[in-house]
């Protein structure tokens, strides 16, 4: 019985795999794309309806001018490598809302970002915006969060459909997917969140260069991050993100690699 259910569970691995653009990363996909593009659309609908959006029109329009650009930077990496029907059903927003306190910004599946103000005074400029930018749009582009809701639909209902869970228990369908996009935390997925901040951070680096943006500053950015946060945040084992030293470092290794695709 036991071997059954390993056997069951390493065909539908091999059978539910897809492969991350750029990194070529083999990754779990037990849901279609088009499924988690529906969830986030309705999620970032209700967020937009429940916050102020930003007013400093010339904040939105730096926000949505960076967001653009990287959407077609992306779209022509994935037409270069035949994968254009990859963002089918990726329906793009960009949206600055008005928040002092969160420094933070998202991108959902199907491309959904959002900016929260706080975050700003950081970026300083267009090129801070695009490395943020860069590296929300990577986790979209990489499936980041279909692949965290497959784990975690596994995890909460063994090997299923997201219709059957949905069918099942709704409301711990809708918790998982909000953790799968980054709303909230769950310490057993943190191992997973890690690895996949570093890889939008690599993924990320490469679309802004290819957008004509420096990718010399992201580091840059991710210092004066650290900066802000005075040494206050958690150790790295506790955190959904890498330390700000082993992001930087990181960063460094991966600028020549990305310079590749830089074009002033």
Same mark, same amino acid.
């Given at each position: 019985?036991?071997?059954?259910?390993?056997?069951?569970?390493? =065909?539908? =691995?091999?059978?539910?795999? #897809? +492969?991350?653009?750029?990194?070529?990363?083999?990754?779990?996909?037990?849901?279609?794309?088009?499924? !988690?593009?529906?969830?986030?659309?309705?999620?970032?609908?209700?967020?937009?309806?429940?916050?102020?959006?930003?007013?400093?029109? %010339? &904040?939105?329009?730096?926000?949505?001018?960076?967001?653009?650009?990287?959407?077609?930077?992306?779209?022509?990496?994935?037409?270069?490598?035949?994968?254009?029907?990859?963002?089918?059903?990726?329906?793009? %927003? =960009?949206?600055?809302?008005?928040?002092?306190?969160?420094?933070?910004?998202?991108?959902?599946?199907?491309?959904?970002?959002?900016?929260? +103000? #706080?975050?700003?005074?950081?970026?300083?400029?267009?090129?801070?915006?695009?490395?943020?930018?860069?590296?929300?749009?990577?986790?979209? !582009?990489?499936?980041?969060?279909? %692949?965290?809701?497959?784990?975690?639909?596994?995890? &909460?209902?063994?090997?299923? +459909?997201?219709?059957?869970?949905?069918?099942?228990?709704?409301?711990?369908?809708?918790?998982?997917?909000?953790? #799968?996009?980054?709303?909230?935390?769950?310490?057993?997925?943190?191992? =997973?969140?890690?690895?996949? %901040?570093?890889?939008?951070d690599h993924i990320g680096l490469i679309f802004m260069a290819m957008a004509g943006y420096d990718p010399s500053a992201a580091p840059k950015f991710w210092e004066r991050m650290s900066a802000m946060s005075g040494g206050q945040a958690p150790p790295e084992f506790l955190s959904t993100h890498p330390s700000h030293d082993t992001r930087i470092k990181d960063l460094e290794g991966w600028i020549p690699e990305a310079?590749?695709?830089?074009?002033?």
């Amino acid at each position: 019985m036991i071997r059954s259910i390993v056997l069951l569970a390493s =065909f539908l =691995f091999l059978y539910a795999c #897809a +492969t991350v653009p750029v990194t070529g990363r083999r990754q779990m996909s037990l849901i279609s794309s088009a499924e !988690i593009n529906q969830m986030s659309a309705d999620q970032y609908q209700q967020v937009l309806r429940e916050s102020k959006l930003s007013s400093n029109q %010339e &904040q939105v329009a730096m926000v949505k001018r960076v967001g653009n650009n990287i959407k077609n930077a992306v779209e022509q990496y994935m037409a270069s490598k035949g994968a254009s029907a990859e963002l089918a059903g990726f329906n793009w %927003e =960009f949206n600055l809302i008005q928040d002092d306190e969160t420094v933070n910004a998202w991108c959902m599946p199907g491309g959904k970002v959002a900016f929260y +103000t #706080a975050i700003m005074p950081i970026c300083q400029d267009e090129l801070g915006v695009a490395v943020v930018m860069g590296h929300e749009v990577a986790h979209a !582009i990489a499936n980041h969060g279909r %692949e965290r809701m497959s784990q975690g639909l596994i995890a &909460q209902f063994g090997l299923g +459909t997201l219709s059957a869970a949905m069918g099942q228990n709704p409301t711990a369908t809708q918790s998982i997917f909000m953790q #799968a996009v980054g709303v909230g935390t769950n310490v057993g997925m943190l191992k =997973f969140s890690r690895s996949h %901040e570093s890889e939008a951070d690599h993924i990320g680096l490469i679309f802004m260069a290819m957008a004509g943006y420096d990718p010399s500053a992201a580091p840059k950015f991710w210092e004066r991050m650290s900066a802000m946060s005075g040494g206050q945040a958690p150790p790295e084992f506790l955190s959904t993100h890498p330390s700000h030293d082993t992001r930087i470092k990181d960063l460094e290794g991966w600028i020549p690699e990305a310079m590749q695709y830089y074009k002033k």
